[in-house]
Structures are given as C-alpha cells and as structure tokens.
C-alpha cells in the first residue's frame, strides 16, 4: 500500500508562482497517473490536472502538473496567482492493491 | 451535462444504518465506474467504495469493508451506499463520483450529502 504525502499549507502573494508537492510513499510515481483536484470552500472538488500534466477544458494554462521520478513526487505548478485560486488541493493516484488514494490536501492561501 | 444528486444522509446513532442514493444524469450511467468518496468534516477526502458500470466489480476501502456496500440500478441510473454498523468516525460528506473511461480517476463530483454518527 502507498500513501500520498503534500505540504499541509502553502501561501503566496497574487501574480505570483506555487508549487505544491504530492510525494508517493512507496512504488514509482510513474507507475499510474496523477491528478490534482481542487476544492474551494463549500464546494465540490474539480480536477485541475489528469494523468500527470493535461488539463481539463475550461482550466486556464496557468496551471501545469509534472512527476519527477527521482523524488517520487508529482507536482502542480499555478503561475500568476489569483485570489480566486485560494482553495485545497489534492493529489490522488491508484494502484491495484491500494486503490484510490488521495494525498491530505494543501491549503492554498492567496494573500 | 452531467449531474450527480446525492440524497439520504443524516443524523444516525452508533450501530445504526443508512442508505445514500445518488441520482445521474446528463451521461451513459452503465458505462462508467462509480465511486463514492467521503470527507470528515475539517479533513481530506477519502476514497470509500467502487462499483464496475456493469456492476460485476466493486472494490471497498479498508475502513468500511464488511459494513459498507455500494450497488447500482443501472436501470433508473442511480448509485447506492447502505451504510451498516456506523461508527462515530464514519461521519463526513459523502460524494458520488463518476469515473473517466480509465478506471483510474473521476471526472464529475456531487455535491454530497452529510452523514452524522452520534448519540
């Protein structure tokens, strides 16, 4: 079994760039793919990022995913922050005995 | 579109049961894995249970197997979670989640429906 392991709480100013980490405890991160869902208060989670780097239609280029193999680790990248990207954040990827897992979230602060 | 209507939840006490529904729209409900996914209040998400379109697979997490099973009635597009032996730390904001053609990931959420375990 693996686990997904983020930063609980990042902040940055507006205009700026975030980087937010998800590193897999065990198994590659390369083995299945990885999303990255974000949560605004009060709402549902939306995904921002699948399988690693694409983005959904309608989720602006500001926002990239990566996985870098020799940290085990993926990443989402948001450049010239907004106040409305202020929300949590989650990593999820799967495997056959774990299943679906969810890294615990990161906070997102837009200050 | 695509629509994911939870219902069922509420206030339940220790050892009792509950059953969630959730109602789709908007997709081919039979051809897609659903799942549903909870969040404890003030916490993270959590996966809980995964049924195959079809509904010959279902997968469940660790915490609820034995207690919990997810079913489908493909015929009125609606995914169900009968919640037995509920516990204190069973209370979270359940979601119904709809899964892309790779079983791997979801792509629709609900809006959840709260379930509360307490005397």
Known sequence: NFMLTQTHSVSESPGKTVTISCTRSSGSIASNSVQWFQQRPGSSPTTVIYEDNQRPSGVPDRFSGSIDSSSNSASLTISGLKTEDEADYYCQSYDSSSRWVFGGGTKLTVL | ?119
């Open chain 2, 1 to 119: 579109e695509v629509q994911l209507l939870e219902s069922g939840g509420g206030l339940v006490q220790p050892g009792g049961s509950l059953r969630l529904s959730c109602a789709a729209s908007g997709f081919s409900f039979s051809d897609y894995a659903m799942s549903w996914v909870r969040q404890a209040p003030g916490k993270g998400l959590e996966w809980v249970a995964t049924m195959s379109g079809s509904g010959s697979s279902t997968y469940y997490a660790d915490s609820v197997k034995g207690r919990f099973t997810i079913s489908r009635d493909n015929s009125k597009n609606t995914l169900y979670l009968q919640m037995n032996r509920l516990r204190a730390e069973d209370t979270a904001l359940y979601y119904c989640a709809k899964h892309t053609g790779s079983l791997h990931r979801f792509d629709y959420w609900g809006q959840g429906t709260l379930v509360t375990v307490s005397s």
